[in-house]
């Protein structure tokens, strides 16, 4: 596996601005960092929750058809393209406002979350099945995903004002390196 561009992928999909990020963000501003945790654990479990389902279902996909592989493949280096255009056409913009930052709203919005789905469905068969399928490294692949993405939320919880205001600063030069790296890893699933 390119662990560069699996970390690559990681990161942009859960550092870049999501609906979960831009609610920390806005529950940071609105209601303080203490509500704000509290939805980030909730995000933060179904997130890695997530992540082990699509997991179990890839690789019970893969074993029944393994052609499929190839298919999961392809529409996961197609989403990541879509990706790269969305973030490359992205303006900056301000956070909605919420009043219900609680663990059972973080962790709801997730199952919610399009952004999160997709990226669950991708980067498992797109990075982890096709070079491990053992229950333990497969278990450990999701766990650093997992780890991943709490350190996105934490950073947009600690660092919310600043980052916000560095995004529209820099806006158009930061979606364009992450488009960048978001395409660098949707032609290293292939290599």
Do not use: E
């Not at 058809?65 to 529409?75: A, C, D, E, S």
């Not at 406002?97 to 952004?115: A, E, H, R, Y």
Request: charged share 5%.
């Amino acid at each position: 596996m390119n662990i560069t561009s699996f970390f690559i992928y990681c990161v942009i999909s859960t550092f870049t601005p999501g609906p979960a990020n831009i609610v920390i963000l806005s529950t940071v501003y609105n209601s303080g960092m203490k509500k704000a945790a509290k939805f980030t654990y909730g995000a933060t479990t179904a997130f890695g929750l997530l992540l082990f389902v699509s997991a179990f279902l890839n690789s019970v996909l893969v074993s029944i058809l393994p052609g499929i592989l190839i298919v999961m493949q392809i529409l996961g280096s197609c989403y990541m393209l879509y990706l790269a255009w969305q973030i490359y056409n992205t303006r900056a913009s301000k956070p909605s406002s919420d009043k219900t930052g609680t663990f059972l709203s973080g962790f709801v919005m997730q199952f919610l979350n399009p952004k999160l789905v997709l990226f669950t469905l991708t980067v498992v068969p797109g990075f982890i099945l096709p070079h491990y399928t053992s229950v333990p490294a497969v278990a450990t692949g999701v766990i650093a995903v997992t780890l991943i993405g709490f350190a996105a939320f934490v950073t947009w919880l600690l660092f919310g004002s600043i980052f916000q205001t560095f995004l529209q600063k820099y806006n158009k030069v930061v979606n364009t390196i992450m488009a960048a790296f978001l395409v660098y890893s949707a032609a290293m699933i292939w290599m």
